[in-house]
């Protein structure tokens, strides 16, 4: 009796476990896009002031 009690114990940890992991890998995927999102966006913006300072320069250092 205890074998099996355990053993169903056992089972309903191991299926909620995998509820849990899919619930957490379909959180995971937004998270991970917006914050690539917002990643991509300060690449950017440090990307435009590097040229916009590299330009005024070179402007500049020709007269």
């Given at each position: 009796m205890?074998?099996?009690l355990q053993k169903s114990i056992?089972?309903?940890l191991k299926a909620l476990k995998s509820i849990r992991h899919d619930i957490l890998m379909r959180d995971l995927s937004p998270v991970s896009h917006r914050a690539g999102m917002n990643a991509a966006q300060t690449g950017a913006l440090i990307g435009?002031?590097?040229s916009l300072i590299t330009s005024v320069y070179e402007c500049i250092a020709k007269k």
């Open positions: 205890h074998a099996e056992d089972e309903n435009g002031e590097v």
